[in-house]
Every structure is written in structure tokens, then in C-alpha cells.
């Protein structure tokens, strides 16, 4: 469970201020994976680095499991370090060392018997999958191993967090979809609470359970994946199920919906509803119909032909638990 | 042939080669040997008493790089040479020969590589460093953990560089009473006309300048898994 | 001062079947030849057995004798000591002179000292006293007038009262003279060190001026740190001025670029 | 129009022999943007290599208007290359040189006065929007305005044909959009003829007339956008408009089918006209309805209920110009 | 004070360094413009006849880089210059002074100044060169108008470095008859034990050393765009 509370973090430069974090605020429960997308600038980096404490927070604080890292002192920030595991970009390996060596580095820090350590670097080598790389360098590895080899050694101090700052920004797709999918295990087997920090929807759509959109150091939109998707005006919802192309050139005339649904009414068959309901033809114009998490989400834009009844057809919809957006009207 | 014969002949190849060679290696050796044990720490110490280092220090920075290395580096080495005989008189007991040279030699190349070495070492990562800060380790640990074995190849090739820039100082030393091949080179070789010791003293220079390369190289490879 | 008596306990410490070693830094010619003469032929039998490191430049044997890597040496003037004395306080004592090096004026360009033309380049030797013996050289020749101890190349050029021919001098390290003598047309003279002459395979044909030998000043002498003459430091000094040492230079430097003084 | 003609290109590496181009022919008519995609190792840089001529090709030719290229002499390459004018990756433009001089580039070479140089500098630049750019380096400029400064700098030579090499990949999104809009536009004033080598597929859907599969040294699969797509076996189909997600874990019973409708057809309401032809309702499970090119797409998974009379409602929907793909049946 | 009484009353000082000051500029001046004009072809050769390069000739390429630049560099420049002086006698007439020991300053320098220009044209990006190739460029222009105005910034960093390293070899020729302040230093300072001449000669030459590099750093950052 990690808390933030009004962090705040303002940086001087020159006689220039500049609030990089301006009141953060965030509550994750255990066990869930939260992503915090955000623009260029938005404060992510910022976000990273007073959680880490590697910068220390103007104001605010951060909790793990209820204990405090960022006012403690300076001699205690190194164990407090230890609460939340890390998970870099460009894995920010040790080239000099071997995988076990690089898992073992932080338990290497506290002085823990060789032995131990052993134990302890086979059971997270097999945790990730590379237990036949454990003699193998950095450079011998590919992005994805390295990116699994960051994930070791960033549970070998059995933190409680797991902070992921753009974990899979520089792999390719396939080994994206390896990487979330143990991130995902992990926190299933370790119940480990994880942030993710990206800038790419599809991270967010296949791997979190919630969500927060950080703008110029605010938290501005923040909620379980299902809830933000479901709010059609919602900023999440359009950049994580958005409307594929733009209308066509010419079409048929007609009145044109944009449909958002979810969760159980997804799987209902809603076009057809309509046509039977009032006798007439849908026509999809664009959209998209995908599952995220543990739901269905479909974002269609339909075409009815003219004269339809679009009061009765829209009351219809919304019974039926479905939001609609009217795009134009003929 | 003429040149052939002096070979086997020339008393100053036949008897004073070997013994010039040794005491180059000497000075060489002894003069390295100080340079990294005191230009390494002082390497790691521009890098981190500077801006955005592990343990920022102003005005320590300022006194050791913009005074210290950078007044010593650009002092030519043949005048620091001359102006540093009586230390080297005061240090070790004698001016003359390979141990005496070694102290001007020393003086002489630690803020060079000092200098090497902080750019070897501000050529790891700073997300390296981070990680290690994010796993709990102290400052020393940094050093000692992450920034000196992440930069040893960088470190090999700084020294063998340095080791180089001996061996040509080492020559020049050899004009003032330093020992060693630059001394037979130029009283033999120079003064006395003999262009057999000449060339084949700057044939054992370059050879030796090679291997210390090859050398170095082949080392730095080694320790290089990135 | 120290003079070459000894004393018996002294004779009474040196033992020729277990010699004492006397580390002596010296130029290489003569004085090493004259060692090495003494090492070979007189040292053995007196008890001594000399170690001796050839030195071409004329600071580090100072230098060297004062920091106990040397016990003498073997390779100076009394004019320089005193000078070497004065600027870093050494506290040394020598013995009697062993032999003069005369300086020698060599012209490639000049048959005659009193051809020399205005503006002539004139090679000379960097350290303060030879340049100077150099310089009274040309003076006793009547190329400059009124010098005075303190006058160097330095303050003789452009002073032309002093330096009436407006002679241009470079100076350079003493075994560096003949070489660049050999090599330059450019030099019109170039005083250079007896000691030199034969190394360099000079052509004495092209010597227009020499200093004279008869009351030289410059004489070469055993130099120890003062209080420090040991026995066989004291033996040394004697053999240096054996009738043994005076035929062995006259004999061995027959075109007069080494004389004994004694 | 660009004609490549069975060209072939081996390298000798060692005593091993890599064939990189094995075979490939192609024909683009003038004023058509084409697509070349190709994974890893495909041959792609390879081609570009042997289009551009800095690489000769083993045999094969390539013709720009009838006027053979690859087979000129040596002496000729030079005014040859000027033929294909070429958009890179990194834009690879000259650091020390502005906007206009970089732009000015091509005609310095060939030693065109200085007046004629400005002109027709001054206009390229307005065609690439950077007109108030002129002075600036490329450092002073953004991801996407130096790559309309490569643009503009590749068609100062006249070329006949437009070669882009991965023009888009080093930009973000919207920066993508723009330049691709800018491509096309440029396409149409000067109705050249463009080639454009890429990784993504959504450079192909947004830009292109028609693609070409490289793989393995070889054009394996072919065609306009329109048709490629259409043909639910193809490889080129699948990666343009692929079926978002997997099938939920629990279905309610009955037949999956996933159909493929293009072109006019699409903007038919074909979910209603099953509804309400055979009275039942039909659920979209996923899928998306796209508009590429000219062309409506839609790739949808439906889901009829159990009792559905299978046969018939493939029929009626082959008949109305449907793909139609069973999934699952139950 | 007596230093600063010194200072003014000095004729080492008052007349010497002076001209000795303008000597070492002549010195620099001389062998630094001769470096550049024949290092830098030479640098350029070295980068275009290596494998990749625009014009591959493995036999002059093993000839210029493995044979004269790595051997010439491999010579410590003591031993270079006392064996040259012949050379400067044939080709300008003397062996004494600032002129004479240009000729060895500039045969000493070339190889590290062309190894630094081919250093620096190498940093030039394969596709800018592809680009300028593909536009379609001869060799010459991609020398002239991509290679060489491209990394300029680093030939001019290159140019710093080889006139700071030729100030340092500058002073060590003024112990074998080159003039300059080495020859001050050596001569007047050394020789003389005159502390003051030394101590204002190594002033004079840090602050050469300084002002060569912040004038070479502001030129190479005026004529960086990148
Ligand atoms: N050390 C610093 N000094 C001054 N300002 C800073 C500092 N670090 C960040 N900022 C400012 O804080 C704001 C947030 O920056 P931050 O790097 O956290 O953004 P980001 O979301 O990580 O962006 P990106 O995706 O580009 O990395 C920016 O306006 C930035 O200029
Ligand atoms: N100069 C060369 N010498 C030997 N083999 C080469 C050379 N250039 C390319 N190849 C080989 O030719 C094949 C095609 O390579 P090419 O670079 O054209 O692929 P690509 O499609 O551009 O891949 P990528 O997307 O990774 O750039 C590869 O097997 C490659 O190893
Ligand atoms: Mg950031
Ligand atoms: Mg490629």
C-alpha cells in the first residue's frame, strides 16, 4: 500500500521557481498495479524521484504501509530506500556484473552472508525466468532479459513497492507484452503494491488496474481503468479507447451517435437491440470493441438512417447502460 | 655491413642498452605506480566535489581542478621538470637517476591523469548511479561499487595512456640527469655523434610504446563487458 | 680547506685486501678517464676502490654530493663552487687543483680572432661561470671591454660600450656547444670546453683564441661536504696529484686541451 | 514511375555469402505512394542502398520513367542519383549549414547560380511551411521540421521519384501525421512518384496507395491498400487491421465468426441486416470499423446465439461481399 | 618586497622575457600553422583511406596510420627533436633558435594533430555522408562541404590541443638551443638559480596555456550548431 499526500516539489532555478509537483495526492491498496501517464513535462520524472527520495519532496509525504519515508532522516534514508523496489527505463544494469551478480548488488549493500545471498539470487533468477543466465552479462543479454534482470534485483530487497518509471519504453511490442505479463505475476505471487509510470496507453490498458492523468504537476482524472473508460468525456477514456479515423467523406444521410459501453452490457448485443427494438438498419461507421483488464469496452460511432426516432433510441441506449455522445444530426 | 657490426660492437648498445632499458622500465614503472595510487582518488574526488556529483564541494572543486590539475597540466613538463630537481633532492635523498626522475615524473602526470580518469568516470551513467542511491548504498559504496568497476576499462585506458606520456617524459628526463634510455639517446646518441645507439634506442622506445599499447588494450578488452 | 695530508689512522683504516668503496660523480672526460686511471692502476693497492657515475651537466653533481648520493666530486672550478655556494648555500670544502680544461674560441668562419665582424653569432655556455670565463676569453682577445664579474649574455646584448662589435650571443648547455658548432654555419665563434675537443673530433685548425693555462683559476678540483673528508676521501685527493697522474694526462692529452696543474 | 526489375544482392562476408535482395521486383506508377514493409533483417536498408545506388546491386535493374539507373556507368552515377530524392530516417541534415543552406545543398553541388538558387530555395521552403525558418539551424528546430527541411532539400533536384527511408519513426504521433500529410500533399502538386520503407503499419494505413511485404529478401505478398486488406489469409491484412485483444474467458454459448467487409459495403448496415434477416441479436465481441485510403474497413468478431442457422447466415453475409472466418462453433 | 623589487630590476625579466615571450609565439605560430596545413590533409587521408572510408586503400592506409602516424607519435618528442636537429640545419639553415626548432615542433606535432582531425571527422555521421552521396556529391565535396565544415567544432578543439601540447614542447626545445621562455627558464632560471624568472616564466606560460584554450573553446563553440 503506498500513500502520497500534497506532495509538492519546486525547484529554483536562477531567481526562476518552477513547481514541478504541484499538490500530488494518491492512494494505492495493495496488490494493485497503479499507472501514472502523463505529457512531456507533466512532473513524471519528478514524481519518480521524490518517491525514490532521490530528491527530497518541498513538502508532502510519502507512505509505505503506513510508515513514512520522505521526513525521515537522513541517516534512515537509505533503509527507508529500501521499501520500494525500482524498475528503470534502460534497466540500469551493472555492465561489469553478471546477472546474479547484478540481482545480489542490493543485498550485497547490507553485508547479507554469501550463502544467503546465493538462495535468495537463484530463487528470483527462476522468479523471472533467466536462471540459465545467471553467468551471462548485461550485454549479452536482450532488452527484454535486462529488463527482467531490473525486476530481480529490484525485488531482491523485498520491498514492499514496486516502482516502475517507463519500464517498457524501449522494447518492442512482443517483449512489452512479456514484460507486464510478469510484472503482473510478480505482484500476484509477492501481493506488491506497483506503480507503473509511462507514457504509453497500451501499458496502462494491458497491465493497470487503475489509473492516474498527471498534468503540469496535478493529478487531473484518477480511478479504477473500468470507471475512467466508462466516462466519455473523461480525457483516460479518449486516449485509452479512442474513435479510430475521422468520419468519412461523404455518408449516407442519417444522424451519427458515438456510443461508449462497458463491462456486462458489452457483451449484449446492443446494435442488434436497436434494430430489432425499432425496425431499423445500423450502420458502424468507426469504432472499436476491445478487452481491458477484466472488462469489455466498446466505442462505436453509429449511423441511423433518417427519421429515426433518436429520442426514443437514445432513452433506449442509456436504459440499457450505454453512453451517447450525438455527433451530427441530419 | 657497417651498421650490423656497431650493433654487435658499440659498447653503448652491447653494454649500457640493457641497463638504460631497466632503468626506464624503472622510472616507468615507479612513476605509474604513484601516479594511479594518488591520480585515481584524485580523479574520483574532481568528479564528485563537482556540480551535480555525490558530495558537491564548491570550493574544494575550484582548489583542485581549476588550480591544482589545471595550473600543474599546463605547466610544460620540461620546465616542471627543471624547477622540481631540488624536491625530488629533498624526497628521496638524490637528484640524479631513475628514482629521482621518478618524483618529477609523478608530479607531473598525476593531474593528467586525474583528468583521465574523471572523464572515465563521468562516462558512467547517471542512471547507474541512481539505481545504486535507490538501492540504499552510501556514497563510498557508489565509488567503490558502481563508479570505479563501471569505469575500469576507461580507468586500463587512461592508464595506459599515462603510461605512454611516461615513457616520452621519462625521454626528457633523460636531459637532466634522469636515467634511463632518453639519457643514452642523447648523451651518446646526440652528443657523441653515434647514430647507432640513436636509432636503436628509438627503435626499443617505440617498440616498448607498442606493447604497453597492445598491452593496455588487450587488458581494458578484458575487463570490458559492456 | 682540505689539502692532501693524511693522517696515520687514517692510512691505518683503509685496507687494500677489503678496499673502501668512494663514490665519485664526475664529467666524462677527463676527469672519469683520470679516475677510472686511478680505479685501475693506484686505487687497489691504497685501499680505495672508486665508484664512479658519469655526469654531463654541471648542477646534479652538487646537487648529488649534498644529498650523500655522492661522497665527492670531481668536475668543478673554485670560481664555480663559490657561485654553486652562494646561491644554495652548500657547505663543502675541496682539494687542490687537478687540472685545467682551457676554455677554446673555434671559428669555421674567421681565420683570425681580429677578422671577426660586427653582429657575429657567438655560441657560448649557459651556466654563469663558464659563460663568464668564456666571455674574459673574448675580452683578452679584444672583442669586449671593461666586463665585470656580474655581466652575463643577457645584460652584453645591446650594451655597446661593453660589446662594441655588437656580437649576437646564444647559449646553450656546455656539451651541446660543439654540437651545435658542428652544425650551424650560422655561428660565427663558439668558446667551448677543453673537455670537449676530443670527443667531438674538433679540427684544431679552426681554434682562433685560448685561455691561457699559466695561473689559470679554473683549475678542476676533488670536492667533499665539508667535515666529511674521510680517509679515503683524503687518499683520493693524494693520488689525484701522483707524479703517476700528472704523466698519465700529459701523455693522454697531447693537443694541450688538458693540462695538470700541479 | 519507378520500376525495380528482379534485382539481386549479395554480400560477401568472409566465405559466407548473404543474399539481402533475392529477387525483388516492382512497379509504381507515377503520382501512387508506395509502401515497403519488412521486419528485421528483411532487406529493407538494403533496397534503399541499392535504389539510391550507394550500393551496386549484384544484378537487376532499376528505371525511374524508362531511364535505366543501376546499369549506368560510373561517370553517369552521379547525375543519375539526382533521379530519386531522398527523405531519411534522422533527416541526416548538415549541422553547420541553416535551413537554406541545407535546402540549397543539391544545387551548390551541381553549381547553380546563386539567384536561381534563392528562388527556388524560397519556394521549397514555402511548400515545407518553414519560410520564417530560412536562418535557423537544425539544432533550433523540432523533430518534425527538419524532416520538412529534408523533404524540401530532396526535391531541390527535381527528382522524379521521392525515396523515404523510415521518415516517420523517430517522431512522435501528431509530429507523424503531419509529415505524412505533407508527403501526400506534395505527392499531389508535384505528382511524383513516392516510395515510402517502413516498420509501421500505420504509416501504411494512413499514407499509402499500395504496399509491398519484404521478407526475407523477397516481395512475398503485394497489392493496393484496398485489396491487400480485403483478403482475410493475407499477412499484410492481419498486421493492418488486426482483431484487438483475445476472446473474453467467458462467452456466452454459441458461434464466433470474425468477418472482413471493405469498401462500400462497410458503410452497410450489416450487423442490423442479420438482426433483423434472421431475427436474432448478434454480439460484437471486438474489432474495429476503419477508414484507410479512400476505403471503409471493418474486422469485427460477432457472436450469434446457440440455434443460429450457421450456414444460412454465411450465405446472406458472403452474398452482401462479407469475408466471413469461423472461430468457434458450439 | 624583495620579490617584487626583483621583479621590476630583473634584466631576465625587464629585457628577456619579452622577446623570449615573442619567440615562443613565433615558436607556436610557426609550427602550429605548418601543422594544420599538412595535418590536416593527412587527417583526412587517414579517415578516407581506412576500410569504410570514401576511398579505401588498405596499402597507404597501413603506410600513413600504422607506420608514420603511430610510429612518429610512439617517439617521445626529447628524443624526436635532439635527433631533427640536423634537419632544421639542412632545411633552414640553422639549429639555434625559435625558427630552427619549429621544424622539429612541426614534425613532432603533425602525426597527434592529423590523428585528432581524423578522430574528429569521424564523429561526422555514415548518413550525413550518405546523404551528401546520394544528392549526388563527388568525394571532394563530401570532403570539402559535409566532412570538414561538419566537424569543425572538433577540428578546432584538435587545434587547441595541438597548440597547447606545442607550447609545452615549445619550452622543452629551449634546452637544446631552441629559444622561447623554455630557453629563459632553463638558461636564466635553472642555470642561475633565479627563482624569480622561473616563477614569472611558468606564470606566463599557465596564462598562454589559459587564454589558448578559452579563446580555442569559444571559437569551437561559435561555429557549433549542433
Ligand atoms: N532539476 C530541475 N531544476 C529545475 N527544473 C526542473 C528540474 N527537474 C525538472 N524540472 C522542471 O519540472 C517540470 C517537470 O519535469 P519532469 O522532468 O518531471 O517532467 P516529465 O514528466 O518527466 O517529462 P518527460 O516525459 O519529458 O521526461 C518541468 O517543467 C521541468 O523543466
Ligand atoms: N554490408 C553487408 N555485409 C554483409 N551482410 C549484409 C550487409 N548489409 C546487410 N547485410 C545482410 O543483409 C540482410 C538484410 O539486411 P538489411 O540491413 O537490409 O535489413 P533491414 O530490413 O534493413 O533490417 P533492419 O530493420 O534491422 O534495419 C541481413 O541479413 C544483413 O545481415
Ligand atoms: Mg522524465
Ligand atoms: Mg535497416
Same mark, same amino acid.
Request: net charge negative.
Given at each position: 500500500?503506498?500513500?502520497?499526500?500534497?506532495?509538492?516539489?519546486?525547484?529554483?532555478?536562477?531567481?526562476?521557481?518552477?513547481?514541478?509537483?504541484?499538490?500530488?495526492?494518491?492512494?494505492?491498496?495493495?496488490?494493485?498495479?497503479?499507472?501514472?501517464?502523463?505529457?512531456?513535462?507533466?512532473?513524471?520524472?519528478?514524481?519518480?524521484?521524490?518517491?525514490?527520495?532521490?530528491?527530497?519532496?518541498?513538502?508532502?509525504?510519502?507512505?509505505?504501509?503506513?510508515?513514512?519515508?520522505?521526513?525521515?532522516?537522513?541517516?534512515?534514508?537509505?533503509?527507508?530506500?529500501?521499501?520500494?523496489?525500482?524498475?528503470?527505463?534502460?534497466?540500469?544494469?551493472?555492465?561489469?556484473?553478471?546477472?546474479?551478480?547484478?540481482?545480489?548488488?542490493?543485498?550485497?549493500?547490507?553485508?547479507?552472508?554469501?550463502?544467503?545471498?546465493?538462495?535468495?539470487?537463484?530463487?528470483?533468477?527462476?522468479?523471472?525466468?533467466?536462471?540459465?543466465?545467471?553467468?551471462?552479462?548485461?550485454?549479452?543479454?536482450?532488452?527484454?532479459?535486462?529488463? %527482467?534482470?531490473?525486476?530481480?534485483?529490484?525485488?531482491?530487497?523485498?520491498?514492499?513497492?514496486?516502482?516502475?518509471?517507463?519500464?517498457?519504453?524501449?522494447?518492442? $511490442?512482443?517483449?512489452?507484452?512479456?514484460?507486464?505479463?510478469?510484472?503482473?505475476?510478480?505482484?500476484? %505471487?509477492?501481493?506488491?503494491?506497483?506503480?507503473?509510470?509511462?507514457?504509453?496507453?497500451?501499458?496502462?490498458?494491458?497491465?493497470?488496474?487503475?489509473?492516474?492523468?498527471?498534468?503540469?504537476?496535478?493529478?487531473?482524472?484518477?480511478?479504477?481503468?473500468?470507471?475512467?473508460?466508462?466516462?466519455?468525456?473523461?480525457?483516460?477514456?479518449?486516449?485509452?479507447?479512442?474513435?479510430?479515423?475521422?468520419?468519412?467523406?461523404?455518408?449516407?444521410?442519417?444522424?451519427?451517435?458515438?456510443?461508449?459501453?462497458?463491462?456486462?452490457?458489452?457483451?449484449?448485443?446492443?446494435?442488434?437491440?436497436?434494430?430489432?427494438?425499432?425496425?431499423?438498419?445500423?450502420?458502424?461507421?468507426?469504432?472499436?470493441?476491445?478487452?481491458?483488464?477484466?472488462?469489455?469496452?466498446?466505442?462505436?460511432?453509429?449511423?441511423?438512417?433518417? +427519421?429515426?426516432?433518436?429520442?426514443?433510441?437514445?432513452?433506449?441506449?442509456?436504459?440499457?447502460?450505454?453512453?451517447?455522445?450525438?455527433?451530427?444530426?441530419? | 655491413?657497417?651498421?650490423?657490426?656497431?650493433?654487435?660492437?658499440?659498447?653503448?648498445?652491447?653494454?649500457?642498452?640493457?641497463?638504460?632499458?631497466?632503468?626506464?622500465?624503472?622510472?616507468?614503472?615507479?612513476?605509474?605506480?604513484?601516479?594511479?595510487?594518488?591520480?585515481?582518488?584524485?580523479?574520483?574526488?574532481?568528479?564528485?566535489?563537482?556540480?551535480?556529483?555525490?558530495?558537491?564541494?564548491?570550493?574544494?572543486?575550484?582548489?583542485?581542478?581549476?588550480?591544482?590539475?589545471?595550473?600543474?597540466?599546463?605547466?610544460?613538463?620540461?620546465?616542471?621538470?627543471?624547477?622540481?630537481?631540488?624536491?625530488?633532492?629533498?624526497?628521496?635523498?638524490?637528484?640524479?637517476?631513475?628514482?629521482?626522475?621518478?618524483?618529477?615524473?609523478?608530479?607531473?602526470?598525476?593531474?593528467?591523469?586525474?583528468?583521465?580518469?574523471?572523464?572515465?568516470?563521468?562516462?558512467?551513467?547517471?542512471?547507474?548511479?541512481?539505481?545504486?542511491?535507490?538501492?540504499?548504498?552510501?556514497?563510498?559504496?557508489?565509488?567503490?561499487?558502481?563508479?570505479?568497476?563501471?569505469?575500469?576499462?576507461?580507468?586500463?585506458?587512461?592508464?595506459?595512456?599515462?603510461?605512454?606520456?611516461?615513457?616520452?617524459?621519462?625521454?626528457?628526463?633523460?636531459?637532466?640527469?634522469?636515467?634511463?634510455?632518453?639519457?643514452?639517446?642523447?648523451?651518446?646518441?646526440?652528443?657523441?655523434?653515434?647514430?647507432?645507439?640513436?636509432?636503436?634506442?628509438?627503435?626499443?622506445?617505440?617498440?616498448?610504446?607498442?606493447?604497453?599499447?597492445?598491452? +593496455?588494450?588487450?587488458?581494458?578488452?578484458?575487463?570490458?563487458?559492456? | 680547506?682540505?689539502?692532501?695530508?693524511?693522517?696515520?689512522?687514517?692510512?691505518?683504516?683503509?685496507?687494500?685486501?677489503?678496499?673502501?668503496?668512494?663514490?665519485?660523480?664526475?664529467? $666524462?672526460?677527463?676527469?672519469?678517464?683520470?679516475?677510472?686511471?686511478?680505479?685501475?692502476?693506484?686505487?687497489?693497492?691504497?685501499?680505495?676502490?672508486?665508484?664512479?657515475?658519469?655526469?654531463?651537466?654541471?648542477?646534479?653533481?652538487?646537487?648529488?654530493?649534498?644529498?650523500?648520493?655522492?661522497?665527492?666530486?670531481?668536475?668543478?672550478?673554485?670560481?664555480?663552487?663559490?657561485?654553486?655556494?652562494?646561491?644554495?648555500?652548500?657547505?663543502?670544502?675541496?682539494?687542490?687543483?687537478?687540472?685545467?680544461? $682551457?676554455?677554446?674560441?673555434?671559428?669555421?668562419?674567421?681565420?683570425?680572432?681580429?677578422?671577426?665582424?660586427?653582429?657575429?653569432?657567438?655560441?657560448?655556455?649557459?651556466?654563469?661561470?663558464?659563460?663568464?670565463?668564456?666571455?674574459?676569453?673574448?675580452?683578452?682577445?679584444?672583442?669586449?671591454?671593461?666586463?665585470?664579474?656580474?655581466?652575463?649574455?643577457?645584460?652584453?646584448?645591446?650594451?655597446?660600450?661593453?660589446?662594441?662589435?655588437?656580437?649576437?650571443?646564444?647559449?646553450?648547455?656546455?656539451?651541446?656547444?660543439?654540437?651545435?658548432?658542428?652544425?650551424?654555419?650560422?655561428?660565427?665563434?663558439?668558446?667551448?670546453?677543453?673537455?670537449?675537443?676530443?670527443?667531438?673530433?674538433?679540427?684544431?685548425?679552426?681554434?682562433?683564441?685560448?685561455?691561457?693555462?699559466?695561473?689559470?683559476?679554473?683549475?678542476?678540483?676533488?670536492?667533499?661536504?665539508?667535515?666529511?673528508?674521510?680517509?679515503?676521501?683524503?687518499?683520493?685527493?693524494?693520488?689525484?696529484?701522483?707524479?703517476?697522474?700528472?704523466?698519465?694526462?700529459?701523455?693522454?692529452?697531447?693537443?694541450?686541451?688538458?693540462? $695538470?696543474?700541479?
Amino acid at each position: 500500500m503506498i500513500t502520497v499526500t500534497d506532495l509538492r516539489k519546486v525547484y529554483q532555478q536562477g531567481d526562476r521557481t518552477v513547481v514541478a509537483l504541484d499538490g500530488v495526492s494518491l492512494h494505492v491498496e495493495a496488490g494493485q498495479i497503479h499507472g501514472i501517464i502523463g505529457h512531456s513535462g507533466a512532473g513524471k520524472s519528478t514524481l519518480v524521484r521524490c518517491l525514490t527520495l532521490l530528491d527530497r519532496p518541498t513538502s508532502g509525504s510519502v507512505a509505505v504501509n503506513n510508515k513514512e519515508l520522505a521526513n525521515v532522516s537522513d541517516t534512515d534514508l537509505r533503509t527507508a530506500r529500501r521499501r520500494i523496489g525500482m524498475v528503470f527505463q534502460h534497466a540500469n544494469l551493472m555492465d561489469s556484473r553478471t546477472t546474479a551478480q547484478n540481482v545480489a548488488f542490493p543485498l550485497e549493500l547490507i553485508g547479507t552472508p554469501k550463502s544467503t545471498i546465493n538462495e535468495k539470487v537463484s530463487a528470483l533468477l527462476e522468479l523471472v525466468g533467466l536462471t540459465n543466465f545467471a553467468d551471462a552479462y548485461p550485454s549479452q543479454l536482450s532488452g527484454g532479459q535486462r529488463q %527482467r534482470v531490473g525486476i530481480a534485483r529490484a525485488l531482491s530487497s523485498d520491498p514492499d513497492v514496486l516502482l516502475c518509471d517507463e519500464p517498457t519504453s524501449a522494447l518492442d $511490442p512482443k517483449t512489452t507484452d512479456e514484460i507486464l505479463a510478469l510484472i503482473k505475476s510478480v505482484r500476484d %505471487r509477492l501481493n506488491l503494491t506497483v506503480l507503473i509510470i509511462t507514457h504509453e496507453m497500451n501499458v496502462v490498458k494491458q497491465a493497470c488496474d487503475s489509473v492516474s492523468l498527471l498534468e503540469a504537476g496535478r493529478i487531473v482524472e484518477h480511478g479504477d481503468i473500468e470507471k475512467v473508460v466508462a466516462n466519455p468525456a473523461g480525457r483516460l477514456s479518449q486516449a485509452l479507447l479512442p474513435m479510430p479515423g475521422d468520419l468519412p467523406a461523404q455518408l449516407p444521410a442519417g444522424t451519427v451517435l458515438d456510443l461508449l459501453y462497458s463491462g456486462a452490457s458489452a457483451a449484449e448485443p446492443i446494435i442488434s437491440s436497436i434494430s430489432r427494438t425499432f425496425n431499423l438498419d445500423v450502420n458502424v461507421l468507426a469504432g472499436s470493441v476491445e478487452n481491458l483488464g477484466e472488462h469489455q469496452f466498446a466505442h462505436l460511432r453509429i449511423q441511423l438512417p433518417e +427519421g429515426s426516432d433518436i429520442n426514443a433510441i437514445t432513452a433506449h441506449l442509456i436504459a440499457n447502460g450505454v453512453a451517447v455522445t450525438l455527433k451530427e444530426a441530419k | 655491413m657497417d651498421f650490423f657490426n656497431d650493433l654487435m660492437t658499440n659498447p653503448g648498445i652491447t653494454k649500457a642498452m640493457w641497463p638504460a632499458f631497466l632503468e626506464t622500465l624503472q622510472m616507468v614503472g615507479i612513476s605509474g605506480l604513484f601516479t594511479v595510487v594518488v591520480g585515481l582518488p584524485l580523479g574520483i574526488l574532481l568528479l564528485n566535489t563537482a556540480k551535480g556529483g555525490l558530495t558537491p564541494n564548491r570550493g574544494l572543486n575550484v582548489l583542485l581542478s581549476g588550480i591544482i590539475v589545471n595550473i600543474t597540466r599546463s605547466i610544460p613538463f620540461a620546465i616542471l621538470m627543471v624547477s622540481l630537481i631540488p624536491l625530488a633532492s629533498a624526497l628521496v635523498g638524490t637528484s640524479l637517476g631513475p628514482i629521482a626522475a621518478s618524483v618529477s615524473l609523478t608530479i607531473g602526470t598525476i593531474p593528467f591523469f586525474a583528468r583521465l580518469v574523471e572523464t572515465a568516470l563521468r562516462d558512467v551513467s547517471a542512471g547507474k548511479i541512481d539505481a545504486a542511491l535507490v538501492m540504499g548504498s552510501t556514497r563510498m559504496q557508489v565509488v567503490r561499487k558502481v563508479l570505479v568497476p563501471e569505469a575500469m576499462p576507461g580507468i586500463i585506458a587512461a592508464t595506459t595512456t599515462t603510461l605512454v606520456t611516461l615513457i616520452g617524459y621519462s625521454a626528457m628526463a633523460g636531459l637532466v640527469g634522469g636515467g634511463g634510455l632518453g639519457r643514452l639517446a642523447y648523451n651518446y646518441g646526440f652528443q657523441r655523434y653515434d647514430a647507432t645507439i640513436m636509432i636503436v634506442t628509438i627503435v626499443i622506445i617505440v617498440l616498448l610504446v607498442q606493447i604497453v599499447q597492445v598491452l +593496455g588494450d588487450w587488458f581494458a578488452r578484458l575487463v570490458d563487458h559492456r | 680547506g682540505g689539502g692532501a695530508a693524511t693522517t696515520p689512522s687514517a692510512e691505518a683504516t683503509l685496507d687494500p685486501a677489503n678496499p673502501t668503496v668512494v663514490k665519485v660523480g664526475s664529467s $666524462p672526460i677527463p676527469q672519469a678517464k683520470i679516475l677510472q686511471y686511478i680505479d685501475d692502476n693506484l686505487a687497489k693497492d691504497a685501499g680505495i676502490d672508486l665508484e664512479i657515475t658519469e655526469i654531463d651537466d654541471y648542477l646534479t653533481p652538487n646537487i648529488a654530493l649534498d644529498d650523500k648520493t655522492l661522497d665527492a666530486n670531481y668536475f668543478q672550478t673554485e670560481a664555480y663552487l663559490a657561485d654553486q655556494v652562494k646561491s644554495k648555500g652548500y657547505k663543502f670544502e675541496h682539494g687542490k687543483g687537478i687540472h685545467v680544461e $682551457p676554455l677554446t674560441v673555434f671559428s669555421k668562419t674567421f681565420k683570425d680572432i681580429a677578422d671577426v665582424t660586427e653582429g657575429s653569432v657567438v655560441l657560448l655556455n649557459n651556466d654563469p661561470v663558464n659563460q663568464l670565463r668564456g666571455l674574459r676569453v673574448l675580452e683578452s682577445a679584444g672583442l669586449l671591454t671593461g666586463l665585470e664579474d656580474t655581466d652575463s649574455a643577457l645584460l652584453l646584448d645591446g650594451d655597446d660600450v661593453k660589446n662594441p662589435k655588437k656580437l649576437v650571443f646564444k647559449e646553450v648547455n656546455s656539451e651541446q656547444v660543439p654540437k651545435f658548432y658542428a652544425e650551424d654555419k650560422t655561428i660565427g665563434l663558439a668558446v667551448i670546453n677543453g673537455n670537449y675537443i676530443v670527443q667531438a673530433k674538433l679540427n684544431l685548425d679552426e681554434v682562433v683564441a685560448q685561455e691561457s693555462a699559466i695561473d689559470n683559476p679554473n683549475a678542476n678540483f676533488l670536492t667533499w661536504r665539508e667535515g666529511e673528508e674521510t680517509p679515503a676521501i683524503a687518499k683520493l685527493e693524494e693520488l689525484l696529484h701522483s707524479d703517476e697522474v700528472r704523466d698519465y694526462i700529459k701523455k693522454t692529452w697531447t693537443d694541450g686541451s688538458v693540462v $695538470p696543474a700541479f
